[in-house]
């Protein structure tokens, strides 16, 4: 299966790189190239389905004559094997995947093929609720391609929502749709708090998991409608958007308080609680730090709690960050030029080891089948994957922190500080470390935004209590931990017009202005 894996993602990395050379491969009888991979998305193993869909969507990219076949054809499959759960998987990523191409397509494709995604994703919505055994598949693909929830946890299907993978064709195809998305949008999420008591008080582990999963589909529908078509994203637009958004915010926090209902259900739902956690925080990030102003006091608890690693039921997961806001001169010494891996080695070391070690890898987010993918240097110029769904809510939490911390009060902030303090000298040893690269990197995170917003930092009481957090991190055994406690000093020195005096360490630290 890691070498099927690691097959289809070389396919694809070389088709991209040969471009509409790869015309000759697909017209070849003999290889039945395109065959072997749709015949892919029928595996019995999620990892080869996401592969090939991946792998189509290079393909098609490469060679644009082929994606509207290609979509006509798992369009039509999907139809006529729906009762199957691997089918109703493997065709709705691969349209997916197909669907994230046309963003690299000169031409795209035609119109109408978009109403044609749409009527199978509502389909698959509209008989989820016929089969119990494919509930959840369904409900899935049905919100990687279209699909809407109304409150209270009960799927309705007399309307549908353009979710993600539409949304990425663009403002043309969503323009139209768009007043009614909000509408759906508003009303995926417990309207008030007596809604979302009376949710709390019904539903079983199997309900809750689909609710969760079409919820978290609503939220990446939203993220995709804004970074898809930030011309349709108004100041009214965003300012509607904070609707459903401070509703998923009270959701979330009631399922992290001490009476949330899904308590009882032994860890079952932790996954997809982490999913909408991971969506609420993808969205957030991309919209204005004001959106969400009135509940600037959950939203901190919220992330403070999930860099911190306050659940005693997960494991310690560090944070990936701290390297990319380090200074360059930083990585040098960390690394040096001797340490650095071919980035091809590297590459295709990750993908035959992905289920093995955790690392990048497209079961952790199937958005990743439509979104742009960063350029990473690796052969192809695309990671092969989304890094782990724990590590991403952590990455998350620390980037919407950096925008929320510079709007935080002082007081706020003061009580941050100490909280972070309390929290390391709290820790244990097993997961001491891994708490200090998560809070130094949310520390790090806030005081660029600092930087950036060219806001004062606070007061005597604030900057005290920042370097008493920072100065024993400076002697650090761990070299990452030392240069972050660095580079954190020297960000408080640049917001403050004066001398922060560091008694404890004997040092005296010019500053300049910012």
């Not at 959840?136 to 693909?141: F, G």
């Not at 991309?286 to 494991?315: H, I, K, Q």
Request: hydrophobic residues 40%; aromatic residues 4%; contains cysteine.
């Amino acid at each position: 299966m890691l070498l099927q894996v690691a097959a289809l993602h070389q396919l694809g990395s070389l088709t991209s790189r040969l471009g509409t050379v790869t015309t000759s491969l697909l017209t070849d009888s003999s290889l039945k190239l395109l065959d072997t991979v749709f015949s892919g998305l029928l595996s019995p193993w999620l990892a080869v389905r996401l592969a090939s869909s991946q792998c189509l969507r290079h393909v098609s990219s490469a060679v644009p004559s082929v994606l509207t076949p290609l979509i006509d054809k798992s369009a039509e499959a999907l139809e006529n094997y729906k009762g199957s759960a691997e089918a109703v998987s493997g065709y709705s990523s691969g349209l997916a995947g197909l669907l994230g191409a046309v963003r690299v397509t000169p031409n795209g494709i035609p119109h109408t093929r978009g109403k044609v995604i749409f009527n199978c994703g509502e389909e698959l919505l509209r008989s989820a609720s016929q089969s119990s055994r494919l509930s959840r598949d369904r409900t899935k693909a049905g919100w990687l391609l279209i699909g809407n929830w109304s409150p209270g946890g009960v799927i309705h299907f007399t309307d549908a929502l353009i979710s993600g993978s539409i949304m990425s064709l663009g403002s043309s195809v969503v323009r139209g749709l768009l007043p009614r998305c909000m509408l759906l949008w508003r009303n995926a999420f417990p309207r008030s708090s007596k809604e979302l008591e009376s949710e709390k008080a019904r539903g079983d582990a199997f309900t809750w998991q689909v609710s969760l999963e079409a919820r978290a589909g609503a939220l990446a529908s939203i993220h995709s409608f804004v970074t898809s078509c930030p011309d349709l994203v108004t100041e009214d637009i965003t300012r509607r958007l904070g609707v459903p958004l401070e509703a998923a915010l009270s959701l979330l926090t009631l399922l992290a308080s001490s009476n949330s209902p899904i308590k009882a259900y032994s860890g079952q739902l932790k996954a997809p609680t982490a999913t909408v956690r991971l969506r609420l925080l993808e969205v957030i990030s991309v919209l204005p730090a004001s959106t969400l102003e009135t509940s600037y006091a959950g939203l901190l608890r919220l992330l403070v709690s999930e860099f911190c690693l306050s659940d005693p039921t997960t494991s310690p997961t560090s944070c990936s960050l701290l390297t990319s806001l380090l200074h360059q001169d930083d990585l040098l010494l960390l690394q040096g030029a001797a340490s650095v891996p071919d980035q091809l080695e590297a590459g295709l070391e990750d993908q035959v080891t992905s289920a093995v070690s955790g690392s990048h890898a497209l079961e952790h987010d199937h958005t990743w089948l439509y979104r742009a993918q960063p350029d990473t240097g690796v052969t192809g110029g695309q990671v092969t994957g989304a890094p782990p769904l724990g590590v991403a809510v952590i990455d998350l939490s620390v980037l919407v922190f950096g925008k929320i911390f510079p709007r935080a009060a002082h007081k706020h902030r003061l009580q941050m500080l100490t909280h972070f303090q309390d929290c390391i000298k709290a820790a244990k040893a097993a997961k001491l470390e891994v708490l200090q690269i998560n809070i130094f990197t949310a520390l790090l995170s806030g005081l660029k935004g600092i930087v950036e917003d060219k806001v004062s930092f606070g007061g005597t009481e604030v900057v005290s209590a920042a370097v008493s957090l920072i100065g024993p991190a400076l002697t650090s055994t761990n070299p990452q931990l030392r240069c972050a406690a660095g580079e954190c000093l020297g960000r408080i020195a640049q917001v403050n017009n004066y001398f922060v005096e560091i008694e404890e360490l004997g040092v005296r630290v010019p500053t300049r202005q910012s």
